[in-house]
Nanobody
Framework: QVQLVESGGGLVQSGGSLRLACVGSGFSLIYQAIGWFRQAPGKEREGLSCISGADGSTSYLDSVKGRFSISRDDAKNAVFLQMNSLKPEDTGIYYC????????????????WGRGTEVTVSS
């Protein structure tokens, strides 16, 4: 079955860290741009970070810059999101996708989404 599978979410205290993983099942992530997105309660889904499939270059939404780090491991067919200094406002469902944008972009085309992993940051 062709799908993206996220893992690594959970409950963490403010200031803590989590590492999310996105694994491609049934297809290769190599050479694909991969993005991490978040949908907070009552808000639209927003793009947080992107990693290029061509050269591994990365980009970040300003609100997570310096705290989050995206990386990929092609041998594991996976992309990771290391999240440090977490804040209560980072709470939400985190998704990975084949394709990427930063912020909120209504109507943007994303070919494949994972089902998400939930992150809760307590104050």
């Amino acid at each position: 079955q062709v799908q993206l599978v996220e893992s690594g979410g959970g409950l963490v205290q403010s200031g803590g860290s989590l590492r999310l993983a996105c694994v491609g099942s049934g297809f290769s992530l190599i050479y694909q741009a991969i993005g991490w997105f978040r949908q907070a309660p009552g808000k639209e889904r927003e793009g947080l970070s992107c990693i290029s499939g061509a050269d591994g270059s990365t980009s970040y939404l300003d609100s997570v810059k310096g705290r989050f780090s995206i990386s990929r491991d092609d041998a594991k067919n996976a992309v990771f999101l290391q999240m440090n200094s977490l804040k209560p406002e980072d709470t939400g469902i985190y998704y990975c996708a084949t394709g990427c944008y930063l912020g909120v972009q209504r109507g943007a085309y994303i070919k494949r989404w994972g089902r998400g992993t939930e992150v809760t940051v307590s104050s």
